[in-house]
């Protein structure tokens, strides 16, 4: 497994954006899809983007198509999240996760390492 930081979270006002980063610690990271997730208060964690183990395949929740951007550089054991026109249902806390293949890491119970989380607000 890997542990995994996220930061670059904040308080943005509609129409801004944020970019959030999620640091991996050992040498396996390139061998792992990735994925950005997110938890409003009262709800269920929710997907938000993946991207497979060479960046080769991304996907995108339908809600937030055309407004965000996953990226990774597996040379940093970094993944991004770029988000711009942001929104007030955008406000959560942000986690990214490791799992084993692309095609299932959408569900949350095939990610096998979470980060801490880093909150998003946006205000309106």
């Known amino acids: 497994q890997v542990q995994l930081v996220e930061s670059g979270g904040g308080l943005v006002e509609a129409g801004g954006s944020l970019r959030l980063s999620c640091v991996a610690s050992?040498?396996?990271?390139?061998?792992?899809?990735m994925g950005w997730f997110r938890q409003a208060p009262g709800k269920e964690r929710e997907f938000v983007a993946a991207?497979?183990?060479?960046?080769?395949?991304?996907d995108y929740a339908d809600s937030v198509k055309g407004r965000f951007t996953i990226s990774r550089d597996n040379a940093k054991n970094t993944v991004l999240l770029q988000m711009n026109s942001l929104e007030p249902e955008d406000t959560a806390v942000y986690y990214c996760?490791?799992?084993?293949?692309?095609?299932?890491?959408?569900?949350?119970?095939?990610?096998?390492?979470w980060g801490q989380g880093t909150q998003v607000t946006v205000s309106s």
């Open positions: 996760g490791a799992g084993a293949v692309f095609g299932t890491i959408y569900r949350s119970t095939n990610v096998g390492s």
């Open positions: 050992g040498r396996t990271f390139r061998g792992y899809a």
């Open positions: 991207i497979s183990s060479s960046g080769s395949r991304i």
